[in-house]
């Protein structure tokens, strides 16, 4: 178990301030994270980090991912209303950066693709955890706009 303050500090050293970057993320599964899923997501992102595009220069395009395994027993168990909280889910979530160097359009354009790319990978690459499809989670987590 890690507080909160503590999980928004992991990032802290490939997330220097001033840089370029894109956030995104989703809620995924019921199920477990399969070893053989989590290493294709993985070089999945090794690929799309060397891929040719605008972004892509000698310091980057960097991604992190986080997973996120919140205990959330207490926060389901109150009434969606009862707090900021909108996601009222025991699922993990997971957040991503990247982080590009380059102020062109060109280079805003390609590191957002790459990120969403990835996500969207990531999505089917998991899809096996919602076995009745996403439900009332279809949203995605609620602080990502997913």
């Not at 894109?22 to 199920?31: F, Q, V």
């Not at 160097?101 to 999505?123: C, M, N, P, Q, Y």
């Not at 096996?128 to 949203?139: A, R, S, Y």
Request: charged residues 20%.
């Amino acid at each position: 178990m890690m507080p909160s303050e503590v999980v928004n500090t992991l990032q802290n050293a490939v997330l220097p301030q001033g840089a370029n970057y894109h956030l995104t993320g989703t809620i995924r599964g019921e199920g477990r994270l399969q070893s053989e899923a989590a290493r294709d997501i993985f070089n999945k992102m090794i690929e799309m980090t060397g891929a040719p595009g605008a972004c892509l220069t000698d310091g980057g395009p960097v991604f992190s991912i986080i997973w996120q395994f919140i205990n959330l027993k207490k926060v389901t168990s109150l009434p969606a209303d009862a707090s900021a909280l909108r996601m009222r889910t025991a699922s993990p979530c997971m957040s991503m950066v990247i982080r590009w160097e380059g102020d062109s359009t060109e280079a805003s354009k390609d590191a957002k693709d790459r990120v969403t790319r990835l996500k969207d990978f990531i999505v089917q690459a998991l899809e096996h955890t919602f076995p009745n499809g996403l439900g009332e989670n279809d949203t995605g987590y609620g602080n990502f706009g997913a």
